[in-house]
């Protein structure tokens, strides 16, 4: 108490004291202010901070709490918070805080996955990782229902929200070299990759889905044809070997690639999830369609070399194939035959004028009279080889004006073309005829026959009439040439003379000549100075 309040009376101290408690010092405003800030911060920052995500991985490797970074598009978008096992100790629990923007991304369809450094047979990827670490790639799905629990895909997807293109379904009888990352390839460009493939509910296809980068797509129309580049592709046929490659990378892993006939037209842009049928290779992908008329053929000798699927040309144009080989046995007369059915294309022909029969794609009966029409021009089935490397066969269909017609007959409603022999079987069954008629002379009686001739000759030659013959003309040929030794020394000088004495006439004839066609007066007046 102060000197001042001794000296007042009680009553008015006590109504000091309590005014003087009463009243707000300023020393308290300062933690008071700290106090509603720290508040005001946290609130803000719960407020502020964004969503906490539980990602299951099956590895995690180089996964680190409180370090390692959550990126989209190499931006930071979180870190992780933990690291930790899950119960049965099979799986990785990743929790991750996100900033406040990402919220809208935590739907159904939102992909996590750990990116480390990969090096696969198309690509190297994650190379960045080296220097910044492993960080866990998002890619972000639209739409959906929220979510904030999500399984960590174990390698980072084929594909990303922000890659753009097309999807087109292929459907093959069997996968082939079609893997997931398999690449599209247009004109030696990647321009897309296969995505997934799945066999159909029947089992008896399957369903390859693709991705087409933009804006390659551009290049797919409704008339487009898909085919397999499985690497290496060897191919025997009648013609030989033929070997096809793309790029080394469909060598490693095999590819699709694609292209538009010139006789289909480009038509209009396919569109996305459009379906298309893949070929093995580009020459059946490239193939007319045409409709085809079932023949048959009948050999008598070897069809080796003929194989299912073995052209059918006409005059080294294909119109055909084969489609089966049988073999027949005659119990009757044990013979034995090999009928070889055929499916041609009668649309490959262009027919130019009339015919007196009717038109080619006309009915069965309609195709054995244009048949017969054709067989009673010389039309014959020939089988010829195609490779001597291979030995493979074909049907060779030709006009061999020179054979006699022949009636054309059917086998179950199914026209039967007449065939000729090889032509190795044409010279087997000519020597063979030859020897035959060999076979059958009499040769003893020929070679007794021969030995008789041949002995009269000899004694004909040794005789003494040929050996007087052989004198006599001996003879005449000494004569003869004492005559022409006479005739050089008497006769020759004698001729070689009167020639000189014509040649000297002629000399002055010829002056006569030139002198009266200078002077022709010269016949009446005479030689001027002649007088």
Do not use: C
Not at 47 to 55: A, F, H, M, R
Not at 228 to 242: D, M, P, R, T, W
Not at 377 to 401: E, H, I, W
């Amino acid at each position: 108490m102060s000197d001042s309040q001794k000296d007042m009376p009680e009553e008015e101290i006590a109504s000091v004291d309590v005014s003087q408690r009463a009243g707000f010092s300023i020393f308290w405003v300062i933690p008071l202010v700290a106090l509603m800030v720290g508040v005001w911060m946290t609130g803000k920052a719960y407020i502020d901070q964004g969503p906490l995500v539980t990602i299951e991985f099956k590895n995690a490797a180089g996964v680190i709490a409180k370090k390692t970074r959550v990126r989209m598009h190499d931006v930071e978008i979180g870190v992780v918070e933990s690291v930790v096992l899950s119960d049965d100790l099979e799986r990785v629990i990743v929790k991750a805080r996100l900033t406040k923007e990402s919220k809208k991304m935590m739907v159904e369809g939102t992909q996590f996955w750990v990116e480390v450094p990969r090096v696969t047979a198309t690509e190297v990827k994650g190379l960045q990782t080296i220097l910044s670490g492993v960080f866990i790639g998002i890619d972000p799905a639209k739409g959906g229902r929220e979510r904030y629990e999500f399984i960590g895909l174990d390698n980072p997807p084929f594909l990303v929200s922000k890659d753009k293109g097309r999807f087109f379904i292929l459907h093959a009888d069997s996968r082939g070299s079609a893997n997931k990352g398999s690449p599209i390839i247009y004109r030696g460009i990647d321009v897309g990759q296969v995505v997934s493939y799945e066999m159909n509910d029947e089992g008896s296809s399957v369903n390859i889905k693709i991705f087409i980068k933009k804006p390659f797509y551009h290049h797919i129309n409704l008339n487009t044809r898909f085919w397999e580049v499985s690497g290496i592709n060897l191919k025997l046929s009648a013609e030989g070997f033929e070997v096809n490659t793309e790029s080394i990378v469909s060598i490693l892993i095999g590819g699709i690639t694609f292209g538009t006939p010139d006789y289909l037209g480009k038509g209009e842009v396919a569109p996305d999830n459009h379906e298309f049928k893949m070929f093995l290779d580009q020459e059946l992908a490239f193939k007319r369609t045409y409709r085809k008329r079932q023949m048959l053929l009948y050999f008598d000798g070897s069809v080796r070399g003929l194989k299912v699927g073995a052209p059918v040309e006409f005059r080294g144009i294909n119109i055909g194939e084969v489609v089966d080989l049988r073999l027949q046995f005659n119990a009757e007369d044990f013979s034995l035959r090999i009928p070889v059915t055929i499916d041609i294309e009668p649309d490959r022909l262009e027919m130019i004028g009339e015919m007196d029969a009717v038109a080619v794609q006309g009915n069965a009966r309609e195709v054995k009279d244009n048949m017969q029409w054709l067989v009673d021009n010389g039309m014959r089935a020939q089988l010829k080889t195609g490779s001597l490397l291979t030995g493979a066969q074909f049907v060779d269909l030709d006009m061999y004006p020179n054979l006699p017609a022949i009636p054309v007959t059917t086998e179950n409603g199914v026209v039967i073309i007449p065939t000729i022999p090889t032509a190795i079987d044409a010279i087997v069954t000519g020597v063979t005829t030859v020897l035959d008629k060999i076979a059958a002379m009499p040769l003893e009686q020929i070679g007794h026959d021969l030995g008789g001739t041949i002995k009269r000759v000899r004694e004909l030659v040794e005789g003494e009439e040929i050996e007087s013959a052989i004198h006599s003309l001996n003879l005449a040929l000494k004569e003869t040439e004492a005559f022409t030794k006479s005739m050089n020394t008497t006769i020759t000088p004698q001729v070689d003379a009167t020639l000189r004495e014509l040649k000297n006439a002629s000399r002055s004839i010829k002056a006569m000549a030139d002198y009266l066609e200078r002077h022709p007066e010269a016949l009446i007046k005479g030689k001027a100075g002649g007088r």
